[in-house]
């Protein structure tokens, strides 16, 4: 009989057979095309018949101007080389299920129809022997071989198992390797890629925070449609995380609400106010202010500065957040609240309008002082500039 430790294990590997569909993938890398000329790309989630980062890159190899592709699949995947099969042909027999490589370095009309496209793609794939070889492992993205082929890589492009984020990114960093990947956007408030994303060493993609269709392998048990046999999956809070520079995280949020202290009340264990939208961030506040943490889906370093976030141990030492105390939680209690806290707990909460409250996924964050420069120009050539001498 399954043991528990089995059945968990299980669900887990289950949870991590989502595969991205091509419309998806199109709409983030349109951004960051400027990024992949003369690049080393490496898929290393991606079975290269089940995944359309594998057919996004593969199709677009001399629109991107890319040096090399590179995609591993991984031996456990209950799919491996056989499932969804993007060249609709089953070029690998279906007992075939092993761990392999495929690298491209050109894309050319090999096939002599006149056209490139994936159909020459396909035809290296099954003609060339250099192409498609097998791995001695797994294809864990962390076995040894694996790990040389990022070595030699530029840039990593995937969805990764959901259950080994973490772990994911970290490698990945610890590499000093450029990345885009598919995200849960929970993983702002992972305790090891916060502090990351805080000194401004990966942030969030274009699209954030969004419910997004997957297709599911067929033994999966719940899924939202059928469409053309394949089942699909919706998934929310669905976005991106990379280190590539793009050009929303140099955009300034919109400010239009002035600062009061009726609206933006303080907290009660910490000196900063609560803004309970990231559209009401007041534009003339340059104190600690707690915003929910969809700021970090338009969060530009150069207007502000990510000082911690509340519910990381860290950040609460660093700001000197205090306890809850016996008082609010009196309150907080006596207004019908049955959320699970404790007077102990250093996490942000405030009263408003003599109602406790406990203020949901806070980042805290201060204004930029703009612009600095103006300190050292003489007054007299800034009233000209102005038009008030
Ligand atoms: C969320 S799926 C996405 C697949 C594909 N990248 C896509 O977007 O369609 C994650 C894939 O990673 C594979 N995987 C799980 N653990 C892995 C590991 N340690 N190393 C490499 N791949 C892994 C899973 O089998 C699964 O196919």
């Given at each position: 009989?399954?043991?528990?430790?089995t059945?968990s294990?299980?669900?887990?590997?289950?949870?991590?057979?989502?595969?991205?569909?091509?419309v998806?993938?199109?709409?983030?890398?349109?951004?960051y095309?400027?990024?992949?000329?003369?690049?080393?790309?490496f898929?290393?989630?991606?079975?290269?018949?089940?995944?359309?980062?594998?057919?996004?890159?593969?199709?677009?190899?001399?629109?991107?101007?890319?040096?090399?592709l590179i995609?591993?699949?991984?031996?456990?995947?209950?799919?491996?080389?056989?499932?969804?099969?993007?060249?609709?042909?089953?070029?690998?027999?279906?007992?075939?299920?092993?761990?392999?490589k495929?690298e491209?370095?050109?894309?050319?009309?090999?096939?002599?129809?006149?056209a490139?496209?994936?159909?020459?793609?396909?035809?290296?794939?099954?003609?060339?022997?250099?192409?498609?070889?097998?791995?001695?492992?797994?294809?864990?993205y962390k076995?040894i071989?694996?790990?040389?082929l990022?070595?030699?890589?530029?840039?990593?492009?995937?969805?990764?198992p959901?259950?080994?984020?973490?772990?994911?990114?970290?490698?990945?960093?610890?590499?000093?390797?450029?990345?885009?990947?598919?995200c849960?956007h929970?993983?702002v408030?992972?305790t090891?890629?916060?502090?990351?994303?805080?000194?401004?060493?990966?942030?969030?993609?274009?699209?954030?925070?969004?419910?997004?269709?997957?297709?599911?392998?067929?033994y999966?048990?719940?899924?939202?449609?059928?469409?053309?046999?394949?089942?699909?999956?919706?998934v929310?809070?669905?976005?991106?995380i990379?280190?590539?520079?793009?050009?929303?995280?140099?955009?300034?949020?919109?400010?239009?609400?002035?600062?009061?202290?009726?609206?933006?009340?303080?907290?009660?264990?910490f000196?900063?106010?609560?803004v309970?939208?990231?559209?009401?961030?007041?534009?003339?506040?340059?104190?600690?202010?707690?915003?929910?943490?969809?700021?970090?889906?338009?969060?530009?370093?150069?207007?502000?500065?990510?000082?911690?976030?509340?519910?990381?141990?860290?950040?609460?030492?660093?700001?000197?957040?205090?306890?809850?105390?016996?008082e609010?939680?009196?309150?907080?209690?006596?207004?019908?609240?049955t959320?699970h806290?404790?007077?102990?707990?250093?996490?942000?909460?405030?009263?408003?309008?003599?109602?406790?409250?406990?203020?949901?996924?806070?980042?805290?964050?201060?204004?930029?002082?703009?612009?600095?420069?103006?300190?050292?120009?003489?007054?007299?050539?800034?009233?000209?500039?102005?038009?008030?001498?």
């Amino acid at each position: 009989m399954a043991n528990n430790k089995t059945l968990s294990n299980a669900k887990r590997a289950k949870k991590d057979e989502f595969y991205t569909q091509l419309v998806d993938i199109e709409s983030e890398l349109v951004h960051y095309k400027t990024h992949f000329l003369g690049k080393t790309v490496f898929c290393n989630c991606d079975d290269p018949y089940e995944s359309n980062f594998f057919k996004y890159f593969a199709a677009n190899f001399n629109h991107l101007g890319l040096k090399k592709l590179i995609a591993t699949c991984y031996d456990p995947s209950p799919v491996a080389g056989r499932q969804l099969d993007i060249f609709g042909q089953g070029i690998l027999p279906k007992s075939d299920k092993k761990a392999y490589k495929i690298e491209i370095t050109e894309v050319t009309d090999v096939n002599n129809d006149g056209a490139i496209n994936l159909a020459d793609v396909e035809y290296l794939i099954k003609n060339d022997k250099n192409v498609l070889s097998k791995l001695d492992g797994d294809g864990d993205y962390k076995s040894i071989e694996c790990e040389k082929l990022l070595e030699d890589a530029d840039i990593v492009v995937t969805n990764p198992p959901f259950s080994k984020l973490n772990d994911y990114i970290l490698f990945l960093h610890e590499h000093s390797k450029k990345f885009l990947v598919m995200c849960n956007h929970n993983i702002v408030h992972y305790t090891e890629i916060f502090p990351l994303i805080k000194d401004n060493q990966m942030w969030l993609g274009f699209n954030s925070n969004k419910t997004v269709k997957f297709a599911m392998p067929d033994y999966y048990e719940k899924w939202d449609e059928i469409i053309d046999g394949v089942k699909y999956g919706k998934v929310p809070s669905i976005g991106w995380i990379t280190n590539l520079d793009i050009t929303k995280r140099h955009e300034d949020l919109i400010l239009y609400k002035t600062y009061n202290d009726f609206d933006y009340p303080k907290y009660e264990n910490f000196d900063a106010i609560d803004v309970e939208r990231v559209s009401e961030i007041p534009c003339d506040y340059y104190g600690i202010m707690g915003v929910p943490d969809t700021l970090l889906d338009q969060y530009n370093p150069e207007q502000f500065e990510i000082l911690g976030a509340d519910g990381i141990p860290q950040s609460a030492i660093d700001l000197g957040i205090g306890r809850i105390g016996e008082e609010w939680m009196k309150k907080y209690r006596a207004n019908g609240g049955t959320g699970h806290y404790t007077a102990n707990m250093k996490s942000v909460v405030l009263v408003r309008n003599g109602i406790a409250k406990k203020p949901y996924s806070r980042i805290f964050i201060r204004r930029k002082q703009k612009p600095t420069e103006y300190a050292s120009i003489e007054p007299s050539v800034l009233m000209a500039a102005e038009g008030t001498e």
